[in-house]
Nanobody
Framework: QVHLVESGGGLVQPGGSLRLSCAAS????????MGWYRQAPGKGRELVAY???????NYGTSLKGRFTISRDNAKNTVSLQMNSLKFEDTAVYYC?????????WGQGTQVTVSS
């Protein structure tokens, strides 16, 4: 079992920045991809970004350029730097980790973009 804890969500004005972090604990050996999904009110969960163990990144549509994902394998953490935030970025952001065919999820952290 992999336990994930997110931090860094909150309220930010349009154009502002936030940095989300996610720390993995438990059976953390050989974690493969780590990343973030988000779910806005009334919508399905969508990919934000993921990063492989070797550092290859992939972003959801139209997010690359504003969002940057990074990972520290030694600390078993993944971070998401979000810049130029828009109203439509408001959502609950979920960290995930893939390991040996299983997917583990964090509890989610709320990001609200509002003036």
């Amino acid at each position: 079992q992999v336990h994930l804890v997110e931090s860094g969500g909150g309220l930010v004005q349009p154009g502002g920045s936030l940095r989300l972090s996610c720390a993995a604990s438990g059976s953390i050996f050989s974690i493969d991809n780590m990343g973030w999904y988000r779910q806005a009110p009334g919508k399905g969960r969508e990919l934000v970004a993921y990063i492989t163990r070797s550092g290859t990144t992939n972003y959801g549509t139209s997010l690359k350029g504003r969002f940057t994902i990074s990972r520290d394998n030694a600390k078993n953490t993944v971070s998401l730097q979000m810049n130029s935030l828009k109203f439509e970025d408001t959502a609950v952001y979920y960290c995930y980790a893939a390991q040996a065919g299983s997917i583990y999820w964090g509890q989610g952290t709320q990001v609200t973009v509002s003036s």
